[in-house]
T-cell receptor, first 111, second 113 residues
Framework: DGGITQSPKYLFRKEGQNVTLSCEQN?????MYWYRQDPGQGLRLIYY???????QKGDIAEGYSVSREKKESFPLTVTSAQKNPTAFYLC??????????FGAGSRLTVL | SQQGEEDPQALSIQEGENATMNCSYK?????LQWYRQNSGRGLVHLIL?????REKHSGRLRVTLDTSKKSSSLLITASRAADTASYFC?????????????FGTGTRLQVTL
């Protein structure tokens, strides 16, 4: 079945640590996205990539980094520079129609 | 910034009733989309309505768009317990790609037996 796989589902981080969230898709979609969701708020765009080896900052990119070395993979690193990283992170892809397919999400908690 | 704002924030109805939620936005759009999110899960795309369309149906879903009022409504008819979820509108300003989609804060729908 085609879809987006995010891992891990739950992640705990100590302050000062970098963590990487995995996002893999087998939908053959060119564009991939990372969103952050906080309680009671809508989704906010962190980074997106419309093609391999290229990515763009979204609205809240500070403290995050990404790479896009393969079409299928778009990992997100939450760095120690992100001061409030506790959130639900969602990866999504778009076949070029402007409609998103989402993964199941990763919940990051800072201890 | 939040482009879409849903109303109400929360809605509780009984199974079999209809549920209506509204979305208002601020700037011109290419299209407006509705997504559903079950608790602790990713979002699922429900329906897209373009700026030149006024109404669209998909199964038990009916979406209307009034560009003069910059508003949209999502109607779920004959609600089921499985419809319990949060519903988000998302607006595409004028690009036709997802890179500029802006999501609202969502309506939490509770359908009780």
């Amino acid at each position: 079945d085609g879809g987006i796989t995010q891992s891990p589902k739950y992640l705990f981080r100590k302050e000062g640590q970098n963590v990487t969230l995995s996002c893999e898709q087998n939908l053959n979609h060119d564009a991939m996205y990372w969103y952050r969701q906080d309680p009671g708020q809508g989704l906010r765009l962190i980074y997106y990539s419309q093609i391999v080896n290229d990515f763009q900052k979204g609205d809240i990119a500070e403290g995050y980094s990404v790479s896009r070395e393969k079409k299928e993979s778009f990992p997100l690193t939450v760095t120690s520079a992100q001061k409030n990283p506790t959130a639900f992170y969602l990866c999504a892809s778009d076949p070029g129609r402007g409609v998103l397919t989402f993964g199941a999400g990763s919940r990051l908690t800072v201890l | 910034s939040q482009q879409g704002e849903e109303d109400p924030q929360a809605l509780s109805i009984q199974e079999g009733e209809n549920a209506t939620m509204n979305c208002s936005y601020k700037t011109s759009i290419n299209n407006l989309q509705w997504y559903r999110q079950n608790s602790g899960r990713g979002l699922v795309h429900l329906i897209l309505i373009r700026s030149n369309e006024r109404e669209k149906h998909s199964g038990r879903l009916r979406v209307t768009l009034d560009t003069s009022k910059k508003s949209s409504s999502l109607l779920i008819t004959a609600s089921r317990a499985a419809d319990t979820a949060s519903y988000f509108c998302a607006t595409d300003p004028n690009t036709g790609t997802a890179s500029k989609l802006t999501f609202g804060t969502g309506t939490r729908l509770q359908v009780t037996l």
